[in-house]
């Protein structure tokens, strides 16, 4: 059983760039959720696909979107880069509700370190 | 929407007990979980709660009162490895989304 492979593991890209990172999901998981964390806090939710379409996003701007693959796998696209999109950005893959185990457990990937300079 | 609080910080001797809190308010409660997150690591998964109770996994056990949204996850004889942050997350199954949101994070040192 894989887990979750996220890459690169690590960018730097310049304000106003445009950056792609890419997440493979653990063997048997149907939902990708994507999540910012900035340094020293707890990850922010950014959204979730399931059936290759979101299903649920936070608060965040629409330049940042995302993709799934019929293969589960997702990508997240973010537009025109800030300084302060500079975080770790991690995915985790999940069975959606009802089609698996008692708590339905989230599997993380390593992240992808961005730097926006 | 959601919000989820935790301490910032706690500091705690080796071999000791230490207890992290998280209230929490959301709309559509569907569980409760518990991540250890060591510096530039993966969140890895420590425990569930979706029911009232007390839940007890090796050192570690954690707590849930839904009527209260309040959980707590207590940490036995602790060591230096466990110096790491702690979120605490709650999923919310609003619209069948089950989308899971994170609090803070509690980062724990563990002192000798």
């Known amino acids: 059983e894989t887990g979750v492979t996220q890459s690169p593991t690590h960018l730097i890209k310049t304000r106003g760039q445009q950056v792609t990172l890419r997440c493979s999901s653990q063997s048997g998981h149907n939902t990708v959720s994507w999540y910012q964390q900035a340094l020293g806090q707890g990850p922010q939710f950014i959204f979730q696909?399931?059936?290759?379409?979101?299903?649920g996003r936070g608060n965040f701007p629409p330049r940042f979107s995302g993709l799934q693959f019929p293969n589960y796998s997702s990508e997240l696209n973010v537009n025109a880069l800030e300084l302060d999109d500079s975080a770790l950005y991690l995915c985790?893959?999940?069975?959606?509700?009802?089609?698996?185990?008692?708590?339905?457990?989230?599997?993380f990937g390593s992240g992808t370190r961005l730097t926006v300079v | 929407g959601q919000n989820i609080d935790q301490p910032t910080e706690m500091t705690a001797t080796e071999g000791a007990i230490v207890q992290i809190n998280c209230t929490y308010q959301?709309?559509?409660?569907?569980?409760l979980f518990w991540y250890q997150q060591h510096a530039g690591e993966a969140p890895t998964f420590l425990s569930y709660n979706v029911l009232d109770g007390l839940e007890e996994k090796g050192r570690f056990s954690s707590f849930l009162s839904r009527s209260k949204g309040y959980s707590y996850l207590l940490l036995k004889e602790l060591q230096m490895k466990d110096s790491a942050s702690y979120l605490c997350?709650?999923?919310?199954?609003?619209?069948?989304?089950?989308?899971?949101?994170f609090g803070t994070g509690t980062r724990l040192t563990v002192i000798p």
């Open positions: 997350a709650v999923r919310d199954g609003t619209a069948g989304a089950n989308n899971l949101f």
């Open positions: 696909y399931y059936r290759e379409e979101e299903n």
């Open positions: 985790a893959s999940s069975l959606a509700r009802g089609q698996g185990a008692r708590n339905y457990g989230y599997t």
């Open positions: 959301t709309s559509g409660f569907n569980g």
